[in-house]
């Protein structure tokens, strides 16, 4: 039995129920600002995942509204997607915020050219193409003959320059070699827990070229032989995986693909994803690399930079851009004077979001009620359901105009400035003890383009400039290691 066929049949079978990250709420019904991270009238989580950059985790998902593609990009860490219908679920995925880069759209069907011309993707997928019953013959209706591999490759190649053609199969066969021909990716179709379905799946130990595939056989999800061999095989081509969402193997195989050197591991699942399943996945990632836990909720708007400065003796500048916004309500504009602790809202100091969108966006507020002295300010960001979040603050001195930045911690990464910068910028950190200190820049698929910084450092604020004039125009990662300490910022070059 096809198992693109057994994921929908069980879909069909299951009413997915969908889970929002926090029950609603009108952007009036907004929490009274305690001072504390971030506030709502319901309990917000207490902490969320987020991608390791140089890693990709996808996810097949259960159902592709924007709500849920969001709550499995912020609450669970997912940095990519599957669309099995892009012109149903892609702007959906995009408001979600989730980058094309790391979009996997299907090229399943016939007339597949109008998806790959439309939808930008860093993937473009086919599911098992050479699917066979065990006399070797074509089955399910859904084989896809040499000519009709090739006719993807070539027009992905064409007409979406630097897209990866993706093919997946779980028999271990030769149609699997011939359909490697064509593929910049080759993965392996999750079996996990097929009995559960009374399904059949095929023998980790059956040798290659095996038109007959028998025995077939049953037994657990532990696919780590498979895995061991799919890399001998296709060497660098197997380069991603699946995971079924309802196996109990996670550490196992999260540990396997972490020492076979994958660069994705995506989860997939036949039917409504379990929430103590999901968590257990994201538990095991996190062990092995391919997540961090983060305390405190997910931020639906990445700030990308907030600066304050003096124009005169009265009036305060305040700036700051987003990345994206994920059902942004507004920002509103607090302050405090030097030496007192509680933040109030500056009367008319609201400044309306965007919304959900993808594209920076740059604000200005000037606040001409400050007066002489020392100020801090802060953003209190709301969402449209009533959750809000607040910025680290920054503080200027209105007499003098030297802007300073956030009270340090053990380790402090701070926003580089300018940002967004062409083509140079700066990046500091602040650090209260000595160690080893590893400053690497990233493109958005976690790929490592430079590293800054690599030695023992002693405490102190320290910075370094980036001239980024052999990089494109886009956003990028700047990631600061030092111990147990992770620190992860976005920049945008705008050329």
Not at 175 to 201: D, R, T
Not at 253 to 275: E, F, K, M, R, T
Not at 469 to 481: D, E, F
Request: aromatic fraction near 12%; include cysteine.
């Amino acid at each position: 039995m096809n198992l693109l066929f057994v994921r929908h049949w069980v879909r069909i079978l299951t009413f997915p129920i969908c889970c929002s990250l926090v029950e609603a709420l009108p952007p009036h019904a907004i929490a009274a600002d305690s001072g504390g991270n971030r506030s709502k009238l319901a309990v917000a989580p207490a902490y969320h995942y987020e991608p390791v950059p140089g890693k990709l985790v996808g996810v097949w998902p259960d159902f592709w509204t924007t709500e849920r593609m969001t709550e499995l990009r912020l609450q669970y860490g997912f940095s990519g997607v599957l669309l099995l219908d892009a012109f149903q679920q892609y702007q959906a995925a995009r408001d979600a915020g989730f980058n094309p880069a790391t979009i996997m759209a299907s090229v399943e069907a016939i007339n597949f050219t109008p998806i790959v011309d439309t939808f930008e993707a860093g993937f473009y997928y086919v599911d098992e193409p050479v699917e066979h019953n065990c006399s070797g013959q074509p089955s399910g209706g859904r084989f896809k003959s040499t000519s009709d591999l090739e006719a993807r490759d070539l027009y992905i190649a064409s007409h979406r320059p630097g897209a990866k053609f993706v093919i997946d199969g779980y028999k271990r066969c030769s149609h699997n070699i011939i359909a490697a021909g064509y593929a910049e990716v080759m993965m392996y179709s999750s079996y996990v827990n097929w009995s559960k379905f009374g399904l059949p799946w095929c023998h980790v130990n059956m040798g290659w070229g095996e038109d007959y595939e028998n025995p077939w056989s049953s037994g657990s999800g532990d696919q780590r032989d498979s895995w061991t061999d799919m890399q001998r095989v296709f060497g660098a081509k197997f380069s991603m995986t699946w995971l079924n969402a309802g196996g109990d193997e996670y550490d196992l195989l999260l540990g396997h693909a972490a020492n076979l050197g994958l660069q994705g591991v995506w989860l997939y699942s036949p039917g409504p994803i379990d929430p103590a399943k999901l968590e257990s996945f994201c538990a095991a990632a996190v062990a092995h690399g391919w997540l961090v836990r983060v305390d405190g909720p997910p931020l639906p708007i990445q700030l990308a930079s907030f600066v304050a400065h003096s124009s005169s003796h009265d009036m305060v500048t305040l700036q700051w851009a987003t990345l994206s916004e994920i059902q942004s309500y507004g920002f509103v504009v607090q302050r405090r004077p030097d030496g007192l602790q509680r933040f109030t809202d500056i009367p008319g100091g609201f400044v309306a979001g965007q919304g959900s969108t993808i594209v920076p966006h740059d604000y200005v507020f000037t606040d001409s009620t400050a007066g002489a002295g020392r100020w801090w300010y802060r953003l209190k960001m709301i969402d449209l359901d009533g959750t809000f979040s607040f910025s680290d603050p920054v503080v200027v001195d209105v007499v003098t105009g030297i802007e300073r930045e956030p009270l340090p911690g053990s380790v402090v990464l701070y926003q580089n400035y300018p940002n967004p910068f062409n083509p140079e910028t700066e990046i500091r950190w602040n650090m209260m003890d000595r160690g080893m200190v590893k400053l690497t820049v990233y493109d958005l698929l976690g790929r490592e383009l430079r590293v800054l910084v690599q030695e023992v450092m002693q405490a102190g604020s320290y910075s370094v400039r980036l001239n980024a004039s052999n990089l494109n125009s886009g956003t990028y990662l700047y990631r600061l290691q030092t111990g147990n300490v992770v620190a992860t910022r976005r920049m945008v070059l705008l050329k």
